[in-house]
């Protein structure tokens, strides 16, 4: 998605005649409600910034494929191994998609299969442990994911979750309390990974831990797959026993998400995927994970990844200058996690507020926080797509001071009014392609 091309359609097209969108004509009287609320959404991503690091933009050749004949098709089953006839093309591409995964990330094997990361997590589970065997992963609060055993979770009612957290004075992982809990409950599998952790994970020491107490290894890169790939935080691939991501994140492709295990899994995770959870993959989405991989694997990608990171720095830097509380005092990844109660207000206000100046976040939980889910005193922050959107440092200092001002102000229209202008100037010097 370059700038150029996204420039000179508009040029073309005018500001909201969304060209690309062409092919949702045939909605536009049949079901006028759904494409509506379409066309809004699109204007929605256009006119606003995208600070969730959970989500990014496709490019158009990933966004082309998801709307095509190939979600008319049963594949259940593997390439050359299907419970349908009529699938050699669609064998073809799903191929494409395992052979592209397992050269990006050095893998023995790759899933592509799964629905989404909390499906591709429940297969891990099916793959590496039985029901009932206690497991360990880090706690919701903490920055861990529902799946890692949060008491909501399948993960915690079908298995004894044991939860590790962060250090609440430094907000970092205490690798030497993961021992002392493995060694205490002698876990049967053990998670890394994270949904709002900001520092590097030290997977080695991870699968040390586990190796230590006879427990298999899981990683979960949801977040940082991208950074994986290239390099950029240390890789689980060759220490894991399956390493878990979604394909709609850092590595920009179609709602999805892939199991990589050692090939002594490989039979286990497959099975459990198919036919233990799903039934026909989605062949529109494995396409689409084809064409993501094809993109992450390009030069271009790493430099993308490392103006992710240096996006995330440059905020942290000058919301600390700000007087914000950042956890941990900063940032590795693509992330960080913003104690906004010393300025008095909350995540929830703080996100609302934000909403009002078309900036989307999500009000989080901070390490240590006394604070409820729902109500937090954290916001977390995300550069993925603003990056993608070709943002760099210069843009998000404005950024950061934006969201301060806005967290500052309170009630005040007249910031809030003047902040939404500017974040609406700014989205239009970098338009989206859509
Ligand atoms: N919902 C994702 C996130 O926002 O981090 C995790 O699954």
Known sequence: ?????????????????????????????????????????????????????????????????LSTVLTNKYSEGYPAKRYYGGNEHIDT?????????????????????????SPANQAAYFALAEPGDTVMGMALPAGGHLTHGWKVSFSAHYYNSVQYGVDPATGLIDYDEVARLAKEHK???????????SRKIDFAKFAQIAHDVGAR??????????LVATGLHPDPVPVADAVTMTTHKMLRGPRGAMILSKEEFAKKVDKAIFPGLQGGPHNQVTAGIGVCLHEASRPEYKAYCKQVILNAQTIAEEMVKRGFVVATGGTDNHMLLVDVTPKGSTGKLAQEALDLVNIATNANMIPG???????????????????????KEDEMRLVAHWISDVIEAGDDEAVIQRVRGEVMALCEQFPLWY
């Open 93 to 117: 591409l799903e191929s494409l998609a395992r052979e592209r995964a397992k050269k990006l990330f050095g893998a023995d094997h790759a899933n592509v299969q799964p629905y989404s990361g």
């Open 217 to 226: 290894f899981a990683a979960d890169i949801a977040h940082i797959s991208g």
């Open 1 to 65: 998605m370059t700038q150029t091309t996204s420039s000179a359609r508009r040029a073309v097209r005018g500001n909201h005649d969304y060209g690309p969108l062409q092919h949702l004509d045939p909605v536009k009287d049949t079901d006028p409600a759904v494409y509506q609320a379409i066309m809004a959404e699109t204007e929605r991503q256009q006119q606003g910034l995208e600070l969730i690091p959970s989500e990014n933009y496709v490019s158009e050749a990933v966004l082309s494929v």
């Open 369 to 391: 926080d006394k604070r409820t889910a729902f109500d937090p005193s954290g916001i977390r922050f995300g550069t993925p797509a603003v990056t993608t959107r070709g943002l």
């Open 187 to 197: 876990p049967k599998l053990i998670w890394a990974g994270a949904s709002a952790y």
